[in-house]
């Protein structure tokens, strides 16, 4: 929800977390990397179809998918 809430849409593809590229990351240090201290904020560099963006995301409360 923080993510939608953030600007992140389905079908985003994820690049990197603070700077940090992802393609050298495990899902579990991807997972680590976006969970914090709710309230705090992360930035994100996403690419949506040709584009590239970068979206600053607040942290909420996390719940596990189904």
Do not use: C, Q
């Not at 899902?27 to 904020?41: F, I, Q, S």
């Amino acid at each position: 929800m923080a993510g939608y809430r953030g600007g992140l849409r389905e079908g985003d593809e994820l690049v990197a977390i603070d700077e940090k590229p992802v393609d050298r990351m495990e899902a579990a240090e991807v997972a680590h990397a976006l969970r914090g201290r709710v309230g705090t904020k992360v930035n994100l560099i996403v690419i949506r179809g040709s584009d590239r963006l970068n979206i600053t995301v607040e942290r909420g409360p996390f719940r596990e998918s189904r």
